[in-house]
């Protein structure tokens, strides 16, 4: 049996940077890196817009840490790798080759999978998703002979892929159950201008359209929605969100509904097993209760924040702000904050017309999130700085 100080399980920025910390702080400790994916942890949310439109895509150019990095450190990595099984008690993890690893400490930072319309149809070919580099390279290939597309979803991947779709000259329709663009997260006026600006830009938007199934063979033919409309496609790109991946941890105390469970620290109520990134439901010292934060920059800070934990050289405790972006055309869009319920009042300074402004939202007279578009690093920490403050007008 294959024995390590410390096992590290995911294919994302959280499990990347956790192998960094752990290295900050343990010099000498064993340390085994497992993914499900072949290419080394790396920026999903590139993979949107910088990687589907780059005129010369670069796997590398993707990566958190370069390969030298993990080979200069002596981090084992067992890429594209299925883990089957986890014994919490004997701290042991199952491959699916039948291998295992004893481990002292693990993190855990699975991720999320996107979650699959359950309608009929759904397993036809040339209906795709985007969540990992395969992904992408998929519809990077489909767009190449397939002009016309349609992009299922209203939130910001939805959002994403369509800009990004455009701008590679395809036609775009983006069908949502919504009336606006992002009407769950934002306020209603930039929720209407946005939804304005994507048809400027030549998106073919189906709006308060809910998706009742998919038509073909083999392969997608035709698409019907649940007020009766029935339409020819040939390529759907599906962005309904995704599910978490808890499947090694189902029926345990680390697998609930809405995540794996853990403290401020990190570390769940199972000793020496610690969870970050997508599936991690952490207390929030700031905004109040707990909740998830499945964005990069959270969980680049979790994975840091856990791994220290880990070596047990170093105690920090986790109070980030949600915090993440989304990039369309010439609009880069900035969240900080709660943004998970639709706000109760807001303001807004700037002007959407000349596509710099920000939007400022409240739930009673507490500030919970700000929008920012094209805005400076300056606005973004004076934003970051008054979210966390709990600022009140």
Not at 187 to 210: I, P, V
Not at 280 to 296: E, F, K, M, Q, T
Request: net charge positive; hydrophobic share 40%.
């Amino acid at each position: 049996m294959i024995q390590r100080d410390y096992l590290v399980v995911g294919a994302g920025v959280a499990a990347a940077s956790a192998c960094e910390s752990i290295r900050q702080y343990d010099k000498k400790g064993s340390v085994t890196l497992v993914g499900n994916e072949w290419l080394l942890p790396y920026h999903r949310q590139k993979l949107a817009s910088d990687f589907l439109t780059s005129a010369k895509p670069d796997a590398d150019s993707l990566l958190y840490l370069p390969a030298e990095w993990y080979t200069k450190h002596k981090i084992e990595l067992r890429q594209g790798s299925i883990l089957t099984q986890l014994n919490l008690e004997r701290k042991l993890a199952v491959f699916a080759t039948g291998q295992t690893i004893e481990f002292r400490k693990a993190l855990l930072a699975m991720g999320a999978r996107p979650r699959k319309p359950k309608v009929a149809g759904a397993s036809l070919g040339n209906i795709l998703y985007l969540r990992t580099y395969r992904d992408a390279l998929a519809i990077r290939e489909m767009v190449q002979t397939e002009k016309n597309i349609i992009v299922i979803g209203g939130g910001i991947i939805a959002a994403e892929v369509t800009a990004a779709l455009l701008k590679l000259g395809c036609k775009v329709t983006l069908m949502s159950r919504d009336s606006q663009l992002w009407q769950n997260r934002i306020d209603h006026d930039t929720a209407k201008w946005l939804t304005s600006y994507f048809e400027l830009k030549g998106a073919n938007l189906m709006l308060q359209e809910t998706l009742n199934g998919f038509e073909g063979k083999t392969v997608l033919r035709n698409i019907q929605t649940k007020s009766g409309e029935r339409f020819p496609a040939s390529v759907a790109i599906a962005a309904l969100g995704t599910d978490l991946n808890l499947g090694v941890v189902q029926n345990t105390p680390l697998s609930s509904p809405n995540g794996t469970p853990v403290t401020a620290t990190m570390e769940t109520e199972e000793k020496g097993i610690f969870a970050a990134g997508d599936i991690a439901l952490h207390p929030d010292a700031i905004l109040g209760g707990v909740r998830r934060s499945p964005y990069p920059m959270n969980a680049i800070e979790q994975g840091t924040i856990a791994g220290a934990n880990m070596t047990g050289k170093k105690r920090q405790k986790y109070a980030g702000i949600p915090h993440f972006f989304a990039n369309l055309f010439d609009l880069k869009f900035e969240f900080i904050g709660d943004f998970s319920l639709a706000p109760q009042t807001y303001e807004i300074e700037g002007e959407h017309a000349k596509r710099k402004f920000q939007a400022r939202y409240f739930r009673g007279d507490k500030l919970t999130g700000v929008l920012l578009c094209n805005q400076s690093p300056a606005e973004s920490e004076k934003a970051l700085a008054q979210v966390t403050s709990g600022f009140k007008r």
